[in-house]
């Protein structure tokens, strides 16, 4: 069974940093693409990141500001976010498609003051 717990989220001030954290288990992070959407009140939920075996991407939105990372020994991957912006302000899941399914936490909030 595959489950994904995210955490990390909260509230910080415009320009400020916050990590972001996606501990699995029943999968093997560093074997698949784990993906970070994010879904902001009254707008579509929204690719930010992925990480595979082999590489990482990012939504332009994210390039240059955050992060995505995985620690192979903790199952968990990461979303470091810095130099934030209030228009960052969503609620951020993890997700992994596996066996043509995909798995989603439960999501962590972030909100960003100006």
């Known amino acids: 069974q595959v489950q994904l717990v995210e955490s990390g989220g909260g509230l910080v001030q415009a320009g400020g940093s916050l990590r972001l954290s996606c501990q699995a288990s029943?999968?093997?992070?560093?074997?698949?693409?784990i993906n970070w959407y994010r879904q902001a009140p009254g707008k579509q939920r929204e690719l930010v990141a992925t990480?595979?075996?082999?590489?990482?991407s990012y939504a332009d939105s994210a390039k240059g500001r955050f992060t995505i990372s995985r620690d192979n020994g903790k199952n968990t991957v990461y979303l470091q976010m810095n130099s934030l912006k209030p228009e960052d302000t969503a609620v951020y899941y993890c997700?992994?498609?596996?066996?043509?399914?995909?798995?989603w936490g439960q999501g962590t909030q972030v909100t960003v003051s100006s």
């Open positions: 997700k992994i498609t596996k066996w043509n399914t995909d798995y």
């Open positions: 029943g999968i093997i992070v560093s074997l698949n693409a």
């Open positions: 990480i595979t075996p082999g590489r990482t």
